[in-house]
């Protein structure tokens, strides 16, 4: 047997509102049982036409609202779980979602001839997506990256002391809380879609020059932005003595911080402040 | 150029086409979402172009994969993405009877549907094919 499906979004292949076996239903599982989803749209689609011959502002209207509503809130929530998420992200997605919904409730027309949750879903989804738009995409991922970078960094260093080791992705993600997807993507982001090659070798003239990307790898993500050493070599020439010599330890030879602390008798704290600054003012020389 | 000693087999039908064939196995579907998110990257989509090709390769994966019985004969899931000037097309295709036909009324379905352009599901053969086309907004790329 042979069978196409298809589907754009505005129109939905969805059983009308006068249920009754669908040919396409009954095409597509031929021995089985009536799909539990039938069931369930047949009876939102009677409590929307009950609500529908009740004028607006009926207590009984809004009961029935009410409960098309709660009836749908574990679907909403369904949907914004597969947008993932963490923590109060998750929890505003699943808010959105819910308005979403209950636009979607208050706009939809029974007698249109489409099902509920065809008409609700991109509407539900169209939420979220504004809601990223608006709120928190454009600040939100990047911002989420930034900081699951900075946070791996630190772990990274904490487990390869702790482990005598280099850790895991697992044990990474594990650590910071993240899936290892999102580890991964954050150490992708440090290094993708820029132009400077980073895996040129730094020492040319050393067999085994390490590569740019390993300094950089798990120091600011933001770094390779302005490693680009021809752009590097003005700002390099404003920084004071002491911060250039720093920066050549940690990113040129591969120091630690705790190894550059020791040889200028700072704490490995004092680095990192130090470092941080001084990666600060080279942006801001790059803006 | 070596490409030039390349058996037919290995060649690819355009530049621009990746193909990925994955094992039946909700664990590797991690492998299409990074593949998709840096071909969304490369043609130059938005950030929320670029989750949602990386929202609707894993729904048309959980199609097959979640479908009952499917995956126990060792069957991979293929994914083929191409593209030109004006569009994205991701065919998710797998050996399936065709009885294995995609639920329209869930939630995997109706969020496909919301996400891409165009959606079409195709058994023949033995195989089932999902195609889904993604129409590229931005000039860049």
Redesign the interface.
Same mark, same amino acid.
């Given at each position: /047997?042979?069978?196409?499906?298809?589907?754009?979004?505005e129109t939905?292949?969805?059983?009308s509102p006068d249920e009754g076996p669908d040919e396409?239903d009954a095409d597509?599982?031929?021995a089985g049982p009536v799909?539990p989803?039938?069931e369930r749209?047949a009876e939102t689609m009677r409590v929307f036409h009950r609500m529908h011959k009740l004028p607006p502002g009926d207590p009984e209207r809004e009961r029935l609202r009410a409960e098309v509503i709660e009836d749908h809130m574990a679907?909403a929530r369904?949907?914004a779980a597969?947008?993932g998420g963490h923590g109060e992200v998750v929890e505003d997605f699943v808010q959105v979602a819910y308005l979403g919904l209950v636009k979607a409730v208050d706009n939809f027309d029974p007698g249109h001839g489409t099902?509920f949750?065809?008409y609700a879903?991109?509407m539900i /989804?169209?939420e979220i997506?504004r809601y990223?738009?608006d709120a928190t995409?454009?600040v939100h991922?990047p911002r989420r990256m930034q900081e699951l970078s900075s946070a791996l960094r630190k772990v990274t260093e904490a487990l390869t002391q702790e482990l005598g080791r280099s850790p895991s992705v697992a044990e990474l993600a594990e650590k910071v809380r993240a899936t290892?997807?999102e580890v991964?993507?954050a150490m992708d982001a440090a290094s993708?879609?820029t132009t400077a090659s980073l895996d040129r070798p730094v020492r040319v003239d050393s067999a085994e020059g390490a590569s740019l990307a390993e300094f950089v790898g798990d120091e600011d993500p933001r770094f390779e932005a302005v490693v680009n050493r021809e752009v590097l070599k003005p700002l390099l020439a404003r920084l004071g003595e002491r911060d250039k010599r720093i920066l050549m330890m940690r990113f040129f030879r591969g120091m630690t911080q705790s190894q550059i602390g020791e040889e200028l008798h700072v704490s490995q704290m004092q680095v990192s402040r130090l470092l941080t600054r001084i990666l600060e003012e080279l942006r801001a020389g790059f803006d | 150029m070596q490409q030039e000693n390349y058996p037919e087999s290995y060649r690819l039908p355009r530049p621009s086409t990746v193909v990925l064939a994955i094992p039946a196995d909700r664990e590797q579907v991690v492998l299409v979402r990074s593949v998709a998110g840096h071909i969304a990257a490369r043609l130059g989509m938005s950030v929320a172009e670029l989750a949602d090709l990386r929202l609707a390769v894993d729904e048309a994966c959980g199609l097959f994969l979640l479908a009952p019985g499917f995956g126990t004969a060792g069957e991979t899931v293929e994914c083929r993405f191409e593209h030109d000037a004006s569009s994205l097309t991701v065919l998710v295709s797998a050996a399936a009877p065709a009885s294995l036909q995609p639920d329209v009324d869930d939630i995997g379905w109706l969020m496909l549907s919301a996400l891409v352009d165009e959606l079409t599901w195709k058994s023949e053969q033995g195989v089932a094919r999902l195609t889904m086309v993604k129409h590229l907004s931005g000039q860049g790329g």
């Open positions: /047997m042979d069978g196409t499906v298809t589907a754009r979004p939905d292949p969805e059983e396409q597509r599982q031929p799909s989803h039938a749209r679907y369904r949907i597969r947008y099902g949750l065809g879903t991109p /989804m169209g997506k990223f738009r995409w454009d991922v290892p997807e991964i993507e993708a879609y | -």
